[in-house]
């Protein structure tokens, strides 16, 4: 039998066979099939963020990873006398801000410890002290750790100083209950392959059309120009160039088995589920985390390496996977630390399973290594 892959990463994750089995087909981009899929996608992902056309929004799908479409935000709807403050708790935030740097995009760059959130009270010191910031970035889920920052309390801010307001929802969207529109966010950006547990291959972001619509010629890149794919998906449908057809086909397949599934509230609930089954056996392991419990979210946690004199975090990873248990390395400053994720096609007795690979491999480490 085939042994089962599971991903305890921040994506790709695991994903369902039936995901799979939704690209088995070819299909050409012009094809009416695919063409109602995107459709299909991109009134449901704004469903999903509790907005519609109708209340001004739009759903604008870019082919690539979730950086070209954090990439495709920035660099299209910051104008040359807009300035853009940029959050920053961990290496997404630095993703945005070497973006803006290679844009030429005039930004003031706020940083605080990975440890430590983003405050709304920090937000609005920022916002007083440079009054010509025009838009504000921010994390949601800072993957680099796992915390989450209180966008709907820095969205607040934003909107009683009317700054629009970007926010890289990669690792959250689908896996956390999100109004966009009462978080007062302006722009969401999120990916095929995070929470709605599709395949890699394209990025979307939710976008206010007030909004979006000044960005009309003003991308500082043609693939990535954010209004001119809106324009193109709206006017034919089409993409601008070569979709990604079956990771589209796959993530339809993925949207109905999130519906399925109870949608957004009812897979928050099972990954929280996860988390707490994770938190709870890998204490019992004397494993400790980075994060203090209060700023922890529940898509990925940090831990630090444990205090066994012969740990080998390579070994560790090694066994773990020899297994079938593919967890994610993570440097955090100068603290040694590890991840795990749990989100994906990740249910309790997948926990439960890795808990009892962690509690063989620390038994295997515990013994004296014979080195060779
Ligand atoms: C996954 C992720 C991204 C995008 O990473 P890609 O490798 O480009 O898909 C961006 N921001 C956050 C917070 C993420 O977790």
């Given at each position: ?151 709907a309390?820095i969205g607040r801010?934003c ?6 307001f ?17 978080m007062q ?188």
């Amino acid at each position: 039998m085939e042994r089962k892959e599971l991903l305890f990463t921040p994506g790709p994750l695991t994903t369902s066979k039936t995901v799979k089995e939704a690209m088995l087909k070819d299909m050409g981009s012009r094809d009416y099939t695919f063409m109602n899929a995107v459709k299909e996608i991109r009134n449901e992902l704004l469903q999903l963020a509790h907005v519609s056309k109708e209340s001004g929004y739009e759903c604008v799908i870019m082919q690539g990873s979730g950086t070209f479409g954090v990439e495709s935000v920035i660099s299209s709807i910051i104008g040359n006398n807009d300035s853009l403050l940029i959050l920053v708790n961990g290496a997404y935030g630095e993703r945005i801000v070497k973006m803006a740097d290679i844009h030429k995009i005039r930004t003031v760059v706020a940083r605080v410890p990975e440890n430590e959130i983003i405050t709304p009270e920090m937000t609005e010191q920022l916002l007083q002290q440079h009054p010509g910031i025009t838009h504000v970035a921010c994390i949601h889920s800072e993957t680099t750790t796992g915390l989450f920052n209180p966008v709907a309390e820095i969205g607040r801010v934003c909107k009683s100083q009317a700054k629009v307001f970007i926010v890289d929802a990669m690792s959250s969207f689908g896996g956390v209950e999100m109004d966009m529109q009462a978080m007062q966010i302006d722009f969401l950006v999120s990916s095929s392959n995070k929470c709605i547990e599709g395949i890699p291959g394209f990025a979307f972001a939710l976008c206010r059309r007030m909004e979006l619509e000044k960005a009309k010629g003003q991308a500082r890149s043609l693939s990535l120009d954010l209004y001119d794919q809106w324009a193109a998906l709206e006017a034919s449908g089409q993409f601008r160039f070569t979709p990604p057809t079956l990771s589209i086909m796959a993530f339809r397949q993925a949207l109905r088995e999130l519906a399925t599934e109870g949608g957004i509230r009812a897979r928050e609930e099972r990954y929280r589920t996860n988390k707490l089954l994770l938190d709870s056996g890998m204490a019992r392991l004397g494993f400790r985390q980075y994060l203090e419990p209060g700023i922890q979210g529940h898509i990925i946690t940090s831990f630090l390496y444990p205090d066994t004199p012969h740990f080998s975090f390579d070994r560790f990873y090694k066994k773990l996977n020899e297994r079938g248990f593919v967890i994610y390395p993570g440097k955090l400053g100068k603290t040694d630390a590890f991840r795990i994720g749990n989100i994906g096609q990740i249910f309790p007795q997948d926990v439960k399973a890795l808990i009892e690979a962690v509690a063989e491999v620390m038994q295997e480490e515990q013994a004296p290594v014979a080195e060779a």
